[in-house]
């Protein structure tokens, strides 16, 4: 397809400026579901001024602009999206930056940086903090704005700060007082996180390491880690007559869901809140059961499902 017959027109969205543009670039290569369809344009700005310029063109021209971090928490429809898909994979976004006088107390990471790669260099060098979110695979970035976590822990306790640009190129920094943390949802506005302040201190490097390998080996117990699937599929749900959380996995369990199937894609036989794929599956696979189990856990239970994952269609906000 050439420019002229494409979606967005022109290139005068991004032709000026340091970036790298894939257009019609197909996504699931870069999910952890490793289905569904393309976008109009994968862009990766290549500095900090370049995104917001980029985001304020977008919003004059009423462009869609979605974020993409690691993929995990993410289904793209079979169809595709529509609009600018960013990335921030440049240099200039992963940055690692320890304070720099006193003891170490704070990193300054960037929202484009894996929060694997953050954990294992921290807990390496004797820094406790960000140990409990080992495993949860996203960005700093995706993280923050998510509120990632589990058992041991959330990335909302160790924030300090985040800077944002919001969807017309705007920068804001808020501090960790002006940020509500919930469970699995920050109140930060709209826009894409490009850096956040986190809390670190130091630590036994030995006791911290095998903290981590506790951490680590429980999930993989628990787990379908060597699946395909994009990690938990529902947030654990209130119970309705308790108003406590529950595991969202025990309910689908106890709904007698397990083994559930359509087409290529199954809930996992060692985990209910997992939604596995098999070569072949589509997008739409995995669609259709993932409203057919929060259905059937509903009409069973008596417990409502929230999705986790966040699914991409075109043409939905």
């Not at 197909?26 to 370049?50: F, K, M, N």
């Not at 079979?78 to 720099?100: H, I, M, W």
């Not at 704005?145 to 190129?169: C, E, F, P």
């Not at 826009?191 to 951490?215: C, F, H, N, Y």
Request: hydrophobic share 45%.
């Amino acid at each position: 397809m050439t420019m002229a017959t494409h979606p967005l027109g022109s290139t005068t969205l991004f032709a000026d400026l340091d970036v790298n543009v894939e257009l019609d670039a197909p996504l699931a290569q870069h999910t952890w579901y490793g289905i569904g369809g393309s976008a109009d344009a994968l862009v990766r700005p290549q500095t900090p001024e370049a995104l917001a310029t980029l985001l304020r063109r977008c919003s004059r021209n009423a462009v869609r602009v979605r974020i993409l971090g690691e993929g995990a928490n993410l289904l793209v429809a079979d169809e595709g999206v529509e609009g600018v898909v960013v990335r921030l994979d440049a240099p200039c976004f992963k940055g690692l930056q320890l304070n720099a006088n006193g003891p170490v107390t704070a990193a300054r990471v960037g929202g484009g940086r894996d929060l694997g790669k953050t954990i294992r260099e921290t807990v390496a060098a004797g820094l406790a903090g960000l140990e409990p979110l080992i495993g949860i695979p996203a960005t700093i970035g995706g993280a923050v704005r998510m509120n990632a976590g589990g058992k041991y822990g959330a990335i909302g306790d160790t924030l300090q700060s985040v800077g944002l640009v919001d969807w017309n190129g705007e920068e804001h920094v808020y501090d960790r007082a002006a940020i509500r943390c919930e469970y699995r949802h920050t109140d930060l506005p709209p826009g894409i996180v490009t850096w956040a302040v986190l809390s670190l201190q130091a630590a036994d490097p030995v006791a911290l390491r095998a903290r981590s390998k506790e951490i680590s080996e429980y999930k993989a117990s628990v787990q379908p880690l060597a699946a395909h699937s994009a990690g938990c599929m529902y947030k654990n749900p209130i119970h309705p007559a308790t108003g406590v959380r529950i595991s969202a996995g025990k309910v689908i369990d106890d709904a007698g869901l397990k083994g559930t199937r359509v087409g290529g894609a199954l809930v996992s036989g060692q985990h209910g809140n997992f939604i596995v794929v098999e070569p072949g599956a589509r997008a739409a696979d995995v669609m259709e059961l993932a409203a057919l189990v929060a259905a059937e856990t509903f009409a069973r239970t008596g417990v409502r499902l929230e999705r986790e994952v966040v699914f991409w269609r075109r043409g939905e906000a």
